[in-house]
C-alpha cells in the first residue's frame, strides 16, 4: 500500500505485524544492530554525527560495534582519546558523549557505570598491555593453582552481564553452581581424579591379562591339533625311515 513490496518476503519471515510495530522502537532496535557494526561502520557512525574530521584517526584501530558496547570499560573517554580530541575541547566531547550514549542504549550504559565504580577498575587506553592467562590442558588437578593466581584480565569480559573486574574471579564452569570453589570442593575433586585414574590402570591391566590368557589357550589348541593330526604321524614315519 505506501509502495515498496520488495520488503514484503522480509516482513513476512521476521514475523512482523501490528503487534510488533506498536511496541518496537528505535532504541529497541539499535543497539543489537550497533554491535555488529565493522570499524569501517562506526566511521561511517562518526561522518554522521558530525565528527567526519575526527573519523579517520580510528582506521585501522579495530574499534567496532560489539567493543563499543559490551566492553564495560569502553566509555566516552576512551572514545575521545582514540580520536584524538584534545581534553580541552569540552564542547566536542560532550557532543561525542551525547551521541554515544544514544547509540549504546541505557544497559549499556548502566553496565559501564558500574564498571567505573569498581575499586580495581582501570581506564581502557589504545596503549594497555594485556597478558590473558595462560590455561593449560589439564583436570581438576590444577583448580587449586588456578584460584590461588592472580593473573591479569581478559580486554573484553567473558561474562556479558559483569564487569571485567568481577567476572574473572568467579571459580566456576558452565552448568556448576555459580559460586568459589572450597578448599574440600578441590581435594574431593582430586581425589575423585586419582580414584578414576586407578580405575583406568586396573581395567587396562586386566584387559592385557585376558588377551594373554586368549593367546596362551589358543598356542594349546594348535599343539593338541598337531599332535593329533594323521599327517603329522605320517610325516614322522617317514622321517624314521
Known amino acids: 500500500d505506501i509502495g515498496l513490496p520488495q520488503y514484503k518476503t522480509q516482513f513476512d519471515e521476521g514475523r512482523v505485524d501490528g503487534r ?98 569498581l575499586p580495581d577498575y582501570v581506564l581502557l587506553t589504545a596503549t594497555a598491555k594485556v597478558k590473558p592467562k595462560k590455561l593449560a590442558f589439564s583436570n581438576f588437578g590444577n583448580l587449586r593453582k588456578k584460584k590461588q593466581e592472580d593473573g591479569e584480565e581478559y580486554v573484553c569480559p567473558m561474562e556479558l552481564g559483569q564487569a571485567s573486574g568481577s567476572a574473572s574471579k568467579k571459580g566456576f564452569k558452565p552448568g556448576l553452581d555459580m559460586r568459589l570453589y572450597e578448599e574440600d570442593d578441590l581435594d574431593r575433586l582430586e581425589q575423585m581424579e586419582d580414584s578414576e585414574g586407578t580405575v583406568r590402570q586396573i581395567g587396562a591391566f586386566s584387559e592385557g591379562i585376558n588377551n594373554l590368557t586368549h593367546m596362551l589357550k589358543e598356542d594349546d589348541m594348535f599343539k593338541d591339533f598337531a599332535a593329533r593330526s594323521p599327517s603329522a604321524s605320517i610325516t614322522d614315519e617317514d622321517s624314521n625311515v
Open 20 to 117: 510488533m510495530l506498536h511496541y518496537m522502537t528505535v532504541n529497541t532496535i539499535a543497539p543489537s544492530e550497533v554491535q555488529k557494526w565493522t570499524n569501517h561502520r562506526v566511521m561511517e557512525w562518526l561522518r554522521s554525527v558530525d565528527l567526519a574530521e575526527y573519523a579517520p584517526n580510528l582506521r585501522g584501530s579495530g574499534v567496532h560495534g560489539g567493543l563499543m558496547v559490551l566492553e564495560p570499560r569502553f566509555n566516552v573517554e576512551t572514545m575521545a582519546q582514540l580520536l584524538n580530541i584534545p581534553p580541552n575541547k569540552t564542547l566536542l566531547r560532550r557532543h561525542l558523549a551525547t551521541h554515544f550514549n544514544l547509540l549504546i542504549g541505557a544497559e549499556a550504559q548502566h553496565q559501564k557505570r558500574d564498571a567505573m565504580e
